[in-house]
């Protein structure tokens, strides 16, 4: 894999993490993940205009994907009203990119080399082995997490598969993302009402920040996916659970334990094996 998608999905999980750290802090989450995504939505309305349009074939994959994420966006927001930010995110996280390995291998035909393979079952197994903690683990605590990862892993297929035949990443990227941030209050509405919807709250502005955070980490991931294998592209980017830890250690209050740092380890050897 090329060096500088290496850096650009590194840089990608990054803010990735900082933004699932602002939405795990906030008393209101399914709100803040709705705050975050009318930002993302008015954002992208200001920016299509200066790009491209898509193609028209790669309109199919931009609907099925913002569908997509309105479920992630609706189960992720359920995983984090029980558990901590370095328990939910690594099982959410750790459970995709396995799943759209083969996914892309499937419906894209990619192929993935030994050692790829290899350094993405390690980045996964690192990320499980931070969210066990026990060899019993109660379905409850896994069900939410685990559906999570299965939108993670779906809306990552179509948009690999929907950039690649769409002419310009960042159209691609723009156009789903608007569709995707107007539907988010369309649910929220449904769910409760407008009128909670549309009153102030502490902590508007950091949900908006957070929005514009998470549309650049996941268009830097949507180019990288252009030019490099779907799989890959995905383990590297769940390595934002390695700065999960760290933010929830030091502006959450979770503990860094000795399991954590070995979890951490098998990750990064795995990222080196990917390159």
């Given at each position: 894999m090329?060096?500088?998608?290496?850096l650009?999905?590194?840089?990608?999980?990054?803010?990735?993490?900082?933004?699932?750290?602002?939405?795990?802090?906030?008393?209101?989450?399914?709100w803040?993940?709705?705050?975050?995504?009318?930002?993302?939505?008015?954002?992208?309305?200001?920016i299509?205009?200066?790009?491209?349009?898509?193609?028209?074939?790669?309109?199919?994959?931009?609907?099925?994907?913002?569908?997509?994420?309105?479920?992630?966006?609706?189960?992720?927001?359920?995983?984090?009203?029980?558990?901590?930010?370095?328990?939910?995110?690594?099982?959410?996280?750790?459970?995709?990119?396995?799943?759209v390995?083969?996914?892309?291998?499937?419906?894209?035909?990619?192929?993935?080399?030994?050692?790829?393979?290899?350094?993405?079952?390690?980045?996964?197994?690192?990320?499980?082995?931070?969210?066990?903690?026990?060899?019993?683990?109660?379905?409850?605590?896994?069900?939410?997490?685990?559906?999570?990862?299965?939108?993670?892993?779906?809306?990552?297929?179509?948009?690999?598969?929907?950039?690649?035949?769409?002419?310009?990443?960042?159209?691609?990227?723009?156009?789903?993302?608007m569709?995707?941030?107007?539907?988010?209050?369309?649910?929220?509405?449904?769910?409760?009402?407008?009128?909670?919807?549309?009153?102030?709250?502490?902590?508007?502005?950091?949900?908006a920040?957070?929005?514009?955070?998470?549309?650049?980490?996941?268009?830097?991931?949507?180019?990288?996916?252009?030019?490099?294998?779907?799989?890959?592209?995905?383990?590297?980017?769940?390595?934002?659970?390695?700065?999960?830890?760290?933010?929830?250690?030091?502006?959450?209050?979770?503990?860094?334990?000795?399991?954590?740092?070995?979890?951490?380890?098998?990750?990064?050897?795995?990222?080196?094996?990917?390159?």
């Amino acid at each position: 894999m090329p060096t500088h998608i290496i850096l650009l999905t590194l840089f990608a999980a990054l803010l990735h993490a900082s933004w699932n750290a602002l939405l795990r802090g906030g008393s209101d989450r399914l709100w803040s993940m709705t705050i975050m995504c009318v930002a993302i939505a008015c954002s992208c309305v200001i920016i299509a205009p200066f790009l491209p349009l898509p193609t028209g074939e790669s309109v199919k994959y931009a609907v099925l994907s913002a569908l997509l994420h309105v479920g992630y966006n609706l189960c992720l927001v359920r995983s984090y009203q029980s558990g901590d930010l370095g328990k939910t995110y690594p099982i959410a996280r750790g459970s995709s990119p396995l799943m759209v390995t083969f996914g892309a291998a499937i419906f894209a035909g990619e192929k993935i080399v030994s050692t790829m393979f290899v350094g993405i079952g390690l980045i996964s197994s690192g990320i499980m082995l931070l969210a066990i903690r026990s060899p019993k683990v109660p379905v409850r605590d896994l069900k939410f997490p685990l559906a999570t990862g299965a939108f993670i892993a779906a809306y990552s297929v179509v948009d690999g598969l929907g950039v690649r035949v769409s002419g310009n990443s960042f159209s691609y990227t723009v156009w789903m993302s608007m569709l995707w941030g107007a539907l988010m209050p369309v649910f929220f509405i449904i769910l409760r009402d407008t009128k909670s919807l549309l009153r102030w709250r502490p902590g508007l502005f950091g949900a908006a920040v957070g929005g514009l955070v998470s549309l650049l980490a996941y268009g830097l991931i949507i180019y990288a996916m252009m030019a490099a294998p779907m799989g890959g592209v995905s383990a590297l980017r769940e390595t934002s659970v390695l700065f999960a830890v760290v933010l929830g250690y030091l502006f959450l209050g979770e503990k860094l334990t000795l399991r954590k740092m070995l979890a951490c380890t098998v990750i990064v050897i795995g990222t080196f094996m990917m390159g």
